[in-house]
Each structure stands twice: as structure tokens, then as C-alpha cells.
């Protein structure tokens, strides 16, 4: 194995982590809570998480800032310094969002999420006294202080990456799902009662089927944000809510009602046909 994805498995297998992982992520948890600010951070209305877009602006503000102080001169000073201050300001709200992300996972990638959020803020609290450096004069420090920090934002960067492109943290996990687009039969329609839900297969794709009002409704049965079985899930108020943290989807159409999903839930149609009922992809 390679050196950088051994060291992220050792990371993984670091139990130890868990004693400040779990109390911390319990604290993140109460403290994104609200539905307004779980919305928020998630990127619920973006249609995808808010996090790795935010991570753009202080990697891109910082490394420019670096660039400058190398190549910049004297007359670039106040630039470069413009710049490390605008990737503090852009690091909080990154920071925030990140940690709502990191409070849903658990075990492997809680211990690699723990690292990367700390490496990042050993990251921000260098660019943080590098700011403070360059405004007193310490002009030099100030640029020494920035380069640990770039150093630090590449581990933090590293295991970022690791966990979105090796773990599959926050992806849609419905992506490649091919749901049918011809009218399947998945259940005879006596087997679904009012109020009943069935996890059923529809030529491949898990079909969450509910059954309320006297209207048959279905929803891919894979949680969107996390792959959580929809189907174990409290349905009221015309929703389902995910067991697994909390996402909450109207089922007829998919939309979120509460995050941390940010991918709206796939629906397909519904009718029942010869005593069966039939579903196909929606559109």
C-alpha cells in the first residue's frame, strides 16, 4: 500500500481517537439541531453539500497569499496580507459547515474526519498569528507561520479527499442507481395495507412503497445522504423521516423537508395493474 493511504488506514484503525470523537460529535450534534441551521450547513437547498464548496475560497485565498510572498515583492505585501485575512474569514463558516458534516459519521471515518478538522484548524490558527505577524512588522514570521500553515491546510486537505473520493463520505448514494423506466410489478397491491411501507425490488433499484390516504406512494429506499434503509424509517405529515440522522423527504415528490440530506430523495410513479402494484422512474 502506498504511504499516504496506509497512514489514512492507520488513522481509521486509531480507536484512541474515539474518546474525543464521540464527546465531541455529541456536542456538534445538540448544537446543529435546529432545522434552520441543520439546513444551513448541510447545503439542503444547494442540492449538494455546502462544505467542499466553502473549502474553495480559504485554499484559494491562502494559496495565492503564498504565492505572493514568494514571487510578489515588497509591493504585493499588502495584497498577500489581504488575502491570508480573507481565507480566516472564509475558514469559519468552511469550519462550521465541516463540523456538521463530521457529527453524522461514525467509526473509520470519524477518526479521519477528527484529523482533518484538526489539521485544518492548526491551519487556521498559523494563518491566524501569520496575520497577526505581518500587521506588527514580522514580516518574516509572519511569511514562516503562513508556509506551516500551508503545510498543515495539505494534510487537512489530504484526508478530506480521502474521505469524499476513498470513503464516500456525502455522496448520493442513489447516483447509480438505474431505476426502470417501463412499468415494473414490484407487489400485489393486497400485500400493502393503509399505513404499511415494504422495501421491494424494482428490476434491480430498492423501492421504498407506503401507503397512506389511500395513496400508493414510492421513493428509492437508499437514504440519499447516507445510505440509510428509508423503509425502517417514521413516516407522518406526508413524509419519511431517515433512522440514521434524521433527514426528512415528502413522498410525493422527494424534496427535503430537513437536512442533513442535500440530494433530494429519487420518486417513481405508481399504479396498480392486474392485482399488482406497478412502479416506473419518475419523468
Given at each position: 500500500?502506498?504511504?499516504?493511504?496506509?497512514?489514512?488506514?492507520?488513522?481509521?484503525?486509531?480507536?484512541?481517537?474515539?474518546?474525543?470523537?464521540?464527546?465531541?460529535?455529541?456536542?456538534?450534534?445538540?448544537?446543529?439541531?435546529?432545522?434552520?441551521?441543520?439546513?444551513?450547513?448541510?447545503?439542503?437547498?444547494?442540492?449538494?453539500?455546502?462544505?467542499?464548496?466553502?473549502?474553495d475560497v480559504p485554499i484559494g485565498a491562502w494559496t495565492m497569499a503564498a504565492l505572493l510572498d514568494t514571487v510578489g515583492g515588497e509591493r504585493s505585501a499588502p495584497a498577500a496580507d489581504g488575502l491570508v485575512g480573507a481565507g480566516i474569514a472564509a475558514a469559519v463558516p468552511t469550519a462550521a459547515s465541516g463540523l456538521n458534516d463530521w457529527s453524522d459519521l461514525l467509526?473509520?471515518?470519524?477518526?479521519?474526519?477528527?484529523?482533518?478538522?484538526?489539521?485544518?484548524?492548526?491551519?487556521?490558527?498559523?494563518?491566524?498569528?501569520?496575520?497577526?505577524?505581518?500587521?506588527?512588522?514580522?514580516?518574516?514570521?509572519?511569511?514562516?507561520?503562513?508556509?506551516?500553515?500551508?503545510?498543515?491546510?495539505?494534510?487537512?486537505?489530504?484526508?478530506?479527499?480521502?474521505?469524499?473520493?476513498?470513503?464516500?463520505?456525502?455522496?448520493?448514494?442513489?447516483?447509480?442507481?438505474?431505476?426502470?423506466?417501463?412499468?415494473?410489478?414490484?407487489?400485489?397491491?393486497?400485500?400493502?395495507?393503509?399505513?404499511?411501507?415494504?422495501?421491494?425490488?424494482?428490476?434491480?433499484?430498492?423501492?421504498?412503497?407506503?401507503?397512506?390516504?389511500?395513496?400508493?406512494?414510492?421513493?428509492?429506499?437508499?437514504?440519499?445522504?447516507?445510505?440509510?434503509?428509508?423503509?425502517?424509517?417514521?413516516?407522518?405529515?406526508?413524509?419519511?423521516?431517515?433512522?440514521?440522522?434524521?433527514?426528512?423527504?415528502?413522498?410525493?415528490?422527494?424534496?427535503?423537508?430537513?437536512?442533513?440530506?442535500?440530494?433530494?430523495?429519487?420518486?417513481?410513479?405508481?399504479?396498480?395493474?392486474?392485482?399488482?402494484?406497478?412502479?416506473?422512474?419518475?419523468?
Amino acid at each position: 500500500m502506498a504511504l499516504l493511504p496506509s497512514l489514512a488506514h492507520r488513522l481509521e484503525q486509531l480507536q484512541q481517537l474515539d474518546r474525543v470523537g464521540k464527546p465531541l460529535s455529541s456536542a456538534v450534534t445538540r448544537l446543529v439541531q435546529p432545522r434552520l441551521v441543520r439546513n444551513l450547513l448541510s447545503g439542503t437547498n444547494l442540492g449538494h453539500p455546502l462544505h467542499p464548496m466553502l473549502t474553495d475560497v480559504p485554499i484559494g485565498a491562502w494559496t495565492m497569499a503564498a504565492l505572493l510572498d514568494t514571487v510578489g515583492g515588497e509591493r504585493s505585501a499588502p495584497a498577500a496580507d489581504g488575502l491570508v485575512g480573507a481565507g480566516i474569514a472564509a475558514a469559519v463558516p468552511t469550519a462550521a459547515s465541516g463540523l456538521n458534516d463530521w457529527s453524522d459519521l461514525l467509526g473509520e471515518e470519524s477518526r479521519v474526519g477528527l484529523v482533518h478538522a484538526t489539521a485544518n484548524s492548526v491551519a487556521l490558527s498559523l494563518y491566524g498569528a501569520s496575520l497577526v505577524a505581518r500587521l506588527t512588522g514580522h514580516r518574516r514570521g509572519g511569511r514562516v507561520l503562513s508556509s506551516l500553515g500551508m503545510v498543515a491546510l495539505g494534510v487537512g486537505g489530504y484526508l478530506g479527499g480521502h474521505l469524499a473520493y476513498s470513503r464516500g463520505v456525502n455522496v448520493n448514494h442513489t447516483a447509480f442507481h438505474s431505476p426502470p423506466s417501463e412499468w415494473t410489478p414490484v407487489l400485489p397491491d393486497a400485500e400493502l395495507a393503509e399505513g404499511q411501507s415494504r422495501r421491494v425490488d424494482a428490476a434491480g433499484s430498492p423501492v421504498l412503497l407506503h401507503r397512506s390516504g389511500g395513496r400508493t406512494y414510492a421513493l428509492d429506499s437508499v437514504c440519499t445522504h447516507a445510505g440509510g434503509p428509508l423503509e425502517e424509517g417514521t413516516f407522518a405529515d406526508g413524509c419519511v423521516t431517515c433512522p440514521w440522522h434524521g433527514s426528512v423527504f415528502e413522498l410525493g415528490d422527494g424534496t427535503i423537508r430537513r437536512g442533513p440530506a442535500s440530494t433530494p430523495q429519487p420518486v417513481f410513479e405508481t399504479r396498480t395493474r392486474d392485482g399488482q402494484i406497478e412502479v416506473r422512474a419518475q419523468g
